[in-house]
């Protein structure tokens, strides 16, 4: 690679790009049709914020929940499939970065 920097250079761009959209249209995973619809019943009458969060599936388990223990599975799963998400959005941004100050730094001794 260090015959060629603007293959480092552009691959690190890349991978830059790529983890910073997925960072960006990433977020909650969405609930089901039919969770969101529940909460969206239950929540009416507690103003339009709480009626927007109920496509979110962590919140929507939440207020659909019978118990405790239901509750908790399910908002764990949400949450579970947020993160692994968000680590590799994270680890595409970091290759990036390094990738691009790699080429750059191979590029400027060059000269």
Known sequence: MKKNPIVLIVLGLVLLVAGAVMQVTGGPPKADAAQAQQCRD??????????????????????TATDADSAARAISAANSSEIGGNALAMLL???????????????????
Do not use: H, T
């Open 42 to 63: 239950k929540m009416k009458d507690n103003g339009a914020d709480m009626v927007a969060r109920c496509d979110e599936a962590a919140f929507a388990a939440q207020m």
């Open 93 to 111: 941004i970091g290759l990036g970065v390094a990738l691009l100050l790699g080429g750059i730094v191979v590029s400027r001794q060059r000269r």
